[in-house]
């Protein structure tokens, strides 16, 4: 029979512990992400791959708040963060200090997430927009890539936190192949 792990199986590291840790050269941007569960779900996935930091934008809300912690269950002390009032600045600053600026959204050129490929010294920020008009126009206009997680149902888009979930995960699999981490 499979056991499962215990919850003291599955805490290997304290908050300190884990500030100390080097993370993938990968940065989340949350462009006016209304949701404080989207924003707590993105700090709780942040934590799991390592990621580098987390800019908050424009309305989305910051640390701290109950609705974030709740679903963060402490990830928002964990992950390094900051806030920054104009996402399109921080996307140009951030593009302007080496990181290739990667956009998750839907666009007439865009690429599927499962075909693009990291380099292994590359430098990420990952983009994420608002629940109803995504990202907003002149990131997309100065994104390095547009990409896009393929659908097939009836419905047109996946929850920004699952998005970001998925991108996540795909990006930090191809960096932590080059990284010792």
Same mark, same amino acid.
């Given at each position: 029979?499979?056991?499962?792990?215990?919850?003291?199986?599955?805490?290997?590291?304290?908050?300190?512990?884990?500030?100390?840790?080097?993370?993938?050269?990968?940065?989340?941007?949350?462009?006016?992400?209304? *949701?404080?569960?989207? &924003?707590?779900?993105? =700090?709780?996935?942040?934590?799991? =791959?390592? &990621?580098?930091?987390? %800019?908050?934008?424009?309305?989305?809300?910051?640390? +701290?708040?109950?609705?974030? *912690?709740?679903?963060?269950?402490?990830?928002?002390?964990?992950?390094?963060?900051?806030?920054?009032?104009?996402?399109?600045?921080?996307?140009?600053?951030?593009?302007?200090?080496?990181?290739?600026?990667? !956009?998750?959204?839907?666009?007439?050129?865009?690429? *599927?997430?499962?075909? =693009?490929?990291?380099? +292994?010294?590359?430098?990420?920020?990952? &983009? &994420?927009?608002?629940? %109803?008009?995504? %990202?907003?126009?002149?990131? %997309?206009?100065?994104?390095?890539?547009?990409?896009?997680?393929?659908?097939?149902?009836?419905?047109?888009?996946?929850? !920004?936190? !699952?998005?970001?979930?998925?991108?996540l995960w795909s990006l930090s699999e191809q960096l932590?192949?080059?990284?010792?981490?």
């Amino acid at each position: 029979m499979r056991e499962k792990k215990s919850i003291l199986e599955l805490t290997t590291t304290t908050c300190e512990d884990y500030r100390r840790r080097r993370k993938r050269s990968l940065i989340l941007l949350c462009d006016n992400v209304r *949701s404080l569960h989207n &924003v707590g779900s993105f =700090f709780r996935t942040c934590d799991a =791959f390592l &990621v580098e930091e987390i %800019v908050l934008c424009g309305i989305t809300g910051t640390p +701290p708040h109950g609705e974030i *912690s709740k679903t963060a269950l402490g990830a928002e002390r964990s992950v390094a963060w900051r806030y920054a009032e104009d996402a399109l600045s921080e996307a140009e600053r951030l593009r302007g200090a080496g990181y290739e600026l990667l !956009v998750l959204e839907q666009a007439h050129d865009s690429i *599927s997430l499962g075909d =693009f490929r990291v380099r +292994p010294d590359g430098r990420y920020v990952l &983009v &994420v927009g608002n629940e %109803v008009d995504g %990202v907003s126009q002149g990131i %997309v206009d100065i994104a390095d890539s547009v990409l896009e997680i393929r659908q097939h149902g009836i419905k047109h888009s996946l929850n !920004v936190s !699952v998005s970001a979930g998925i991108a996540l995960w795909s990006l930090s699999e191809q960096l932590s192949a080059d990284a010792d981490i």
